[in-house]
């Protein structure tokens, strides 16, 4: 199990930008593929972007790509989510996720119950 620790979430305007953190716990950060989803108030939790164990693919839901970014520093034990062009339906608790070498692609279709860890979440408010 790895340790997740989100933060960056925060109130925006519609057209505003945010960056997600997501620091991880542990030595072995760089074997593990990471990814965001985020679950809306009344809604179920989705895949929002991923990127692999090598940091060499990542992947988004159609909804998000063109506006976010996910990217990773091995050195610092941390995955981003680059959030630009916000909007209301954004809104939403951002969750980091982690399991062991696991392409980006793999990463959004992985049953959520087979993460290697969970973040407890970072609330993203986009406000019109």
């Known amino acids: 199990q790895v340790q997740l620790v989100e933060s960056g979430g925060g109130l925006v305007q519609v057209g505003g930008s945010l960056r997600l953190s997501c620091a991880a716990s542990g030595r072995t950060f760089s074997s593990y593929g990471m990814g965001w989803f985020r679950q809306a108030p009344g809604k179920e939790r989705e895949f929002v972007a991923a990127?692999?164990?090598?940091?060499?693919?990542?992947f988004y839901a159609d909804a998000v790509k063109g506006r976010f970014s996910i990217s990773r520093d091995n050195a610092k034990n941390t995955v981003y989510l680059q959030m630009n062009s916000l909007k209301p339906e954004d809104t939403a608790v951002y969750y980091c996720?982690?399991?062991?070498?696991?392409?980006?692609?793999?990463?959004?279709?992985?049953?959520?119950?087979?993460?290697?860890?969970w973040g407890k979440g970072t609330l993203v408010t986009v406000s019109s």
């Open positions: 990127i692999s164990w090598t940091g060499s693919s990542t």
């Open positions: 996720a982690a399991r062991r070498t696991t392409s980006a692609r793999t990463m959004s279709s992985t049953d959520y119950s087979a993460m290697d860890g």
